[in-house]
Structure formats: structure tokens, C-alpha cells
């Protein structure tokens, strides 16, 4: 792929990704909301494909896309919220929360110091895989971040018994 | 086809990051659905996600991937609790609005 493709590529999956996210956040309708974040997950798996983690696209088109979205609408669906196309989308008190949102990119925006990313470094031997295949995430998961990976296991157990204990109703036994 | 070095410079992409993040702020901070405003925060993991994935590209390392794998799975778990609490929330209250939770307000 040359410069100019990857790039074009890049600023299309950019706008559409910021287009979506836009949409997302001011629907008036969850599930067109919820629809939009779909195609903001799928568009940002499409970055991730450009900046070479394929793995990291794959989990966000199988995990994000295909299983929390999927869980969002289905329980849209449970709690059927006919009242919810009617009232105000935003609080009264929107403005603070875009000013936040402007003052956080502006701030964002200033930081960023080209200085403090070190430039790319040119030290590749050939013998090592790319860094988004899957022989390297694999390699480093399992030896340097073991322990971390365990933790996860252990947050994804306990998120499984809190969300069964916290929907449960009361006077099931 | 991927090219083994990345075509994409690293500032657009967080400038990207810094949008989509800021995006996901005013739809937290604005929105009165609580399902809309859990869903905010998946777009600001998301957007922190490609930062990770920007760096990691960068600076040709793979941790940068782990670490947004981390914050895949505690997205998982985030929206399965937060959602197990709106289900309970639902239950007493007549919608999931913001405007409902009234209770320490006074």
C-alpha cells in the first residue's frame, strides 16, 4: 500500500469514525444511537488495521461490535423505553458539558509536544514478526504479562457474579 | 496488505484520540439516558484505544496493543455491571434517567 492510499484511508476512517461518534451522542432514538457507535467501532477496527494491529482489529470487531454492542441492544430491547424519543436528549445543563468536552480537546491539543514521542526506532532486525501479529501479542501476553492477564481473568469473574447479583430481584431465592 | 512500517503518522492519530475522546465527554456529561451515557464511555475507551494502538505502531512495540487488549476486557466488564445496575435501577424508578436520581440531591 503506498503513502498516499494509507493516508487517504487513514483521514476517511477518521472523519467517518468522528462523523459517527457525533451522530452517536445526539440521536434522539437509543437504538439509531447505538447504531452509530456500531459504525464508529467498525470504522475505528479499520484504523487499527492501518497501523498494522490486526489482532487488536479483529478483538474490537469481535468483542466491542459483536458482543457489547449486541448486549447494549438487547437490553434496550429488555427495558423498551417507548417515552424516550419524547423527552429532551440533554440535560439543562449541556453547555458545562460541551464546554468540558471542548476544554478537554483544546487541552489535548496543546499538549501535544512532538518532543516527548521519541522518533521511530530504526533498530528492526528481520528476524522479529510485526508488532500486531499475533505471535508477538501472543509471545508477550503470556510471558511478560502474565500476571496482568490473570487479573483480568479475575475482573471478568467477578464483573459475571456482580452483574448476576446486582440484577437479581429480591425475592427470588 | 499492511506495510511493516506505518503509513499513518502518530499526530493525527491523536488528534483523532483527543476528538473522539472529547466526543464521548460531552456525550457523558450531556446526555440524560444512562444507557446513552455508558455508552459515551465505550467511545472514550475507544478513543484511548487508538492512541495505544498509534504508539504502539510508532514505536514499532507490542505493549501498547496488550494495553488496549486490558482495556477491551474491562469494557466488558464495565458494561456488564453498569448495565446490571441500570436493570436494578429500572425496577424502582420510572425510566433511566438521570433526572430520576434525585435522592442525595436533597
Redesign the interface.
Known amino acids: 500500500?503506498?503513502?498516499l492510499?494509507?493516508?487517504s484511508a487513514?483521514?476517511y476512517l477518521?472523519a467517518v469514525?468522528?462523523a459517527s461518534?457525533?451522530l452517536?451522542?445526539t440521536r434522539r432514538n437509543?437504538v439509531h444511537?447505538?447504531l452509530w457507535?456500531l459504525a464508529?467501532?467498525v470504522h475505528?477496527a479499520g484504523?487499527?488495521?492501518?497501523?498494522?494491529?490486526?489482532?487488536?482489529a479483529a478483538?474490537?470487531v469481535i468483542?466491542?461490535a459483536g458482543?457489547?454492542l449486541v448486549?447494549?441492544l438487547f437490553?434496550?430491547m429488555?427495558?423498551d423505553?417507548p417515552?424516550?424519543t419524547a423527552?429532551?436528549?440533554?440535560?439543562a445543563?449541556?453547555p458545562?458539558?460541551?464546554s468540558?468536552?471542548?476544554a478537554?480537546?483544546a487541552l489535548?491539543?496543546y499538549a501535544?509536544d512532538?518532543g516527548l514521542?521519541?522518533a521511530?526506532?530504526r533498530v528492526?532486525p528481520a528476524t522479529t514478526a510485526?508488532?500486531?501479529s499475533l505471535r508477538?501479542?501472543g509471545m508477550?501476553?503470556f510471558t511478560?504479562?502474565a500476571l496482568?492477564f490473570e487479573i483480568?481473568s479475575l475482573?471478568?469473574l467477578?464483573?459475571?457474579v456482580?452483574?448476576?447479583v446486582?440484577?437479581k430481584?429480591k425475592n427470588v431465592p | 496488505?499492511?506495510?511493516?512500517?506505518?503509513?499513518?503518522p502518530?499526530?493525527?492519530?491523536?488528534?483523532?484520540?483527543?476528538?473522539?475522546?472529547?466526543?464521548?465527554?460531552?456525550?457523558?456529561?450531556?446526555?440524560?439516558?444512562i444507557?446513552?451515557m455508558?455508552?459515551?464511555i465505550?467511545?472514550m475507551l475507544?478513543a484511548v484505544?487508538?492512541s495505544f494502538?498509534?504508539?504502539?505502531?510508532?514505536?514499532?512495540?507490542?505493549?501498547g496493543?496488550?494495553l488496549?487488549?486490558?482495556v477491551?476486557?474491562?469494557?466488558?466488564?464495565?458494561?456488564?455491571?453498569g448495565?446490571?445496575?441500570?436493570?436494578?435501577l429500572?425496577?424502582n424508578r420510572p425510566?433511566?434517567?438521570?433526572?430520576d436520581l434525585t435522592e442525595l440531591k436533597y
Request: charged share 5%; glycine share 10%; with cysteine.
Open positions: 500500500m503506498g503513502i492510499a494509507g493516508q487513514f483521514y477518521a469514525s468522528v461518534a457525533i452517536a451522542i437509543p444511537s447505538m457507535v464508529l467501532f475505528v484504523i487499527f488495521l492501518l497501523l498494522g494491529a490486526e489482532f487488536l478483538v474490537q468483542v466491542y458482543a457489547i448486549f447494549y437490553f434496550l429488555l427495558l423505553l417515552g424516550e423527552g429532551p436528549r440533554f440535560g445543563h449541556w458545562l458539558g460541551a468540558a468536552g471542548l478537554f480537546a489535548a491539543w501535544h512532538p514521542v521519541p521511530i526506532p528492526e510485526s508488532p500486531g508477538s501479542i508477550a501476553l511478560q504479562f496482568p483480568t475482573i471478568l467477578a464483573a459475571i456482580g452483574a448476576v446486582v440484577a430481584r | 496488505m499492511v506495510p511493516s512500517v506505518p503509513s499513518v502518530l499526530g493525527p492519530c491523536l488528534g483523532l484520540s483527543a476528538v473522539l475522546f472529547a466526543i464521548g465527554l460531552v456525550g457523558f456529561l450531556g446526555r440524560r439516558n444507557i446513552l455508558l455508552v459515551s465505550e467511545i475507544n484505544n487508538v494502538a498509534a504508539f504502539s505502531s510508532h514505536l514499532q512495540d507490542t505493549r496493543q496488550i488496549a487488549l486490558f477491551i476486557a474491562v469494557a466488558a466488564a464495565e458494561a456488564a455491571i448495565l446490571g445496575l441500570v436493570l436494578a429500572s425496577r425510566g433511566v434517567s438521570v433526572a
